[in-house]
């Protein structure tokens, strides 16, 4: 799975590019709600691109980049694309 915010769906995508439902992954109402408030929030002025983003938004990605890949670490592998969650991505 690939994590990625965008408008609309997401932030969590299936290797053939479709979003993933949330609500059907083994993870924590919490967490899927955090998930779904935080990817609501997502406009092209929070990432990187054009400038430093909006960092406290960026900050709160990775947080819960982490929890997510804790909580379905024996099921899935979550990356990344893009180099500003922390990590190379692949």
Do not use: C
Request: glycine share 8%.
């Amino acid at each position: 799975m690939e994590f990625w915010p965008d408008y609309g769906p997401g932030p969590l995508w299936t290797d053939d590019g479709k979003a993933a439902d949330l609500v059907g992954l083994p993870l924590d109402p919490d967490l899927v709600e955090r998930m779904t408030t935080w990817n609501a929030a997502y406009s092209e002025d929070k990432v990187p691109l054009d400038g430093p983003g909006d960092l406290v938004w960026l900050s709160q990605g990775k947080r819960l980049l982490d929890e997510v890949r804790a909580a379905l670490h024996d099921q899935y592998r979550i990356v990344v694309t893009e180099p500003w969650w922390g990590e190379e991505p692949i």
